[in-house]
């Protein structure tokens, strides 16, 4: 009976419960645009517009959400290590700064790609199955298709064991590092600036948190968006059909040689438009979940205190 109290009043449960919020919260925000950048990294085939006039008129509104399953499945784990990572590793290059005061931006930049780096055992496999279900339409042949992550990973393992699962993982890792280091930093540097003191004290408004996220998502898929679309490229492979691919370094001399170099910027438009507002949802959902969790904390301990 007394587990969720306790669970809630630890530093892990505070964070994996608003870490769950803030993650549910951007992947609904922001899905639909996810898949429309998705389509447009593999394909080309037009501006967002036409591609989400094609895919709701030959596979219906319910197409944009394909495959949101298997992030929101894995996105309350996720997003809970994400910041308790985030949290332990930004302390761990501040050693000598109290621990009431806020880590240093160094602090911050470093402990994001750090963070960035481990995250990817969890993000690349799902990543990979989400990827195959946007495309599903166009990667597969046969006129039975996959219904669900389940089945994907499933047939993924079948056919090509666990590396095929982690196909991709390296080009993640590339990814996501560095993007977390900007995304993190973006975030506490552009928060202070709205909000002088919001560090230290917490007390910023909702607007502070919404431009403040927003930026930072911006930010980070800026830095990274060539790694994400040839990341895009090798994830999109399937052992079914023959691979256009040879790793990485093969992926970007192909694409480039045969596409331009505009090819690696395909999709930014759309990319950034969901990152700020996905990342404006994330980290108003996070920051928003710890607060009334902390609330309700206080008011049971002065309960707890005041009991006869």
Same mark, same amino acid.
């Given at each position: *009976?007394?587990?969720?109290?306790?669970?809630?009043?630890?530093?892990?449960?505070?964070?994996?419960?608003?870490?769950? @919020?803030?993650?549910?919260? +951007?992947?609904?925000?922001?899905?639909?645009?996810?898949?429309?950048?998705?389509?447009?990294?593999?394909?080309?085939?037009?501006?967002?517009?036409?591609?989400?006039?094609?895919?709701?008129?030959?596979?219906?509104?319910?197409?944009?959400?394909?495959? *949101?399953?298997?992030?929101? =499945?894995?996105?309350?784990?996720?997003?809970?290590?994400?910041?308790?990572?985030?949290?332990?590793?930004?302390?761990?290059?501040?050693?000598?700064?109290?621990?009431?005061?806020?880590?240093?931006?160094?602090?911050?930049?470093?402990?994001?790609?750090?963070?960035?780096?481990?995250?990817?055992?969890?993000?690349?496999?799902?990543?990979?199955?989400?990827?195959?279900?946007?495309?599903?339409?166009?990667?597969?042949?046969?006129?039975?298709?996959?219904?669900?992550?389940?089945?994907?990973?499933?047939?993924?393992?079948?056919?090509?064991?666990?590396?095929?699962?982690?196909? +991709?993982?390296?080009?993640?890792?590339?990814?996501? =590092?560095?993007?977390?280091?900007?995304?993190?930093? $973006?975030? %506490?540097? *552009?928060?202070?600036?709205?909000?002088?003191?919001?560090?230290?004290?917490?007390?910023?408004?909702?607007?502070? *948190?919404?431009?403040?996220? +927003?930026?930072?998502?911006?930010?980070?898929?800026?830095?990274? /968006?060539?790694?994400?679309?040839?990341?895009?490229?090798?994830?999109?492979?399937?052992?079914?059909?023959?691979?256009?691919?040879?790793?990485?370094?093969?992926?970007?001399?192909?694409?480039?040689?045969?596409?331009?170099?505009?090819?690696?910027?395909?999709?930014?438009?759309?990319?950034?438009?969901?990152?700020?507002?996905?990342?404006? =949802?994330? @980290?108003?959902?996070? %920051? $928003?979940?710890?607060?009334?969790?902390?609330?309700?904390?206080?008011? =049971?301990?002065? /309960?707890?205190?005041? $009991?006869?």
């Amino acid at each position: *009976m007394d587990f969720w109290p306790e669970f809630l009043a630890s530093s892990w449960g505070k964070e994996f419960v608003a870490g769950g @919020f803030g993650g549910t919260a +951007g992947i609904i925000a922001g899905y639909p645009l996810d898949t429309i950048r998705i389509r447009q990294q593999q394909s080309g085939a037009g501006s967002a517009y036409s591609i989400l006039r094609g895919v709701v008129g030959s596979e219906g509104p319910r197409a944009l959400y394909r495959g *949101m399953a298997a992030p929101l =499945a894995s996105v309350t784990f996720q997003n809970a290590m994400v910041f308790q990572i985030y949290a332990l590793l930004s302390r761990a290059f501040d050693k000598n700064i109290p621990a009431s005061d806020p880590p240093s931006y160094k602090g911050v930049a470093l402990g994001g790609v750090g963070t960035g780096a481990i995250q990817s055992l969890i993000l690349s496999p799902v990543e990979l199955v989400k990827i195959r279900l946007q495309l599903q339409k166009n990667i597969y042949k046969s006129n039975v298709q996959s219904v669900g992550p389940v089945d994907v990973a499933r047939q993924i393992f079948r056919q090509e064991g666990w590396k095929g699962i982690y196909r +991709g993982f390296t080009i993640t890792i590339l990814r996501d =590092a560095p993007a977390h280091g900007w995304y993190f930093w $973006t975030y %506490e540097y *552009m928060r202070e600036q709205l909000h002088p003191g919001c560090r230290k004290n917490g007390q910023e408004t909702f607007k502070t *948190m919404l431009i403040a996220g +927003g930026f930072a998502g911006v930010v980070s898929w800026i830095t990274c /968006y060539p790694l994400d679309v040839i990341k895009t490229r090798l994830q999109a492979q399937s052992e079914s059909t023959p691979l256009r691919y040879n790793g990485i370094v093969d992926c970007f001399r192909r694409i480039v040689k045969e596409e331009g170099h505009k090819v690696l910027w395909r999709g930014l438009g759309t990319a950034v438009a969901r990152a700020f507002i996905v990342n404006g =949802a994330v @980290f108003t959902a996070y %920051e $928003t979940a710890l607060r009334c969790i902390s609330n309700s904390n206080n008011h =049971a301990t002065i /309960y707890t205190d005041n $009991t006869p």
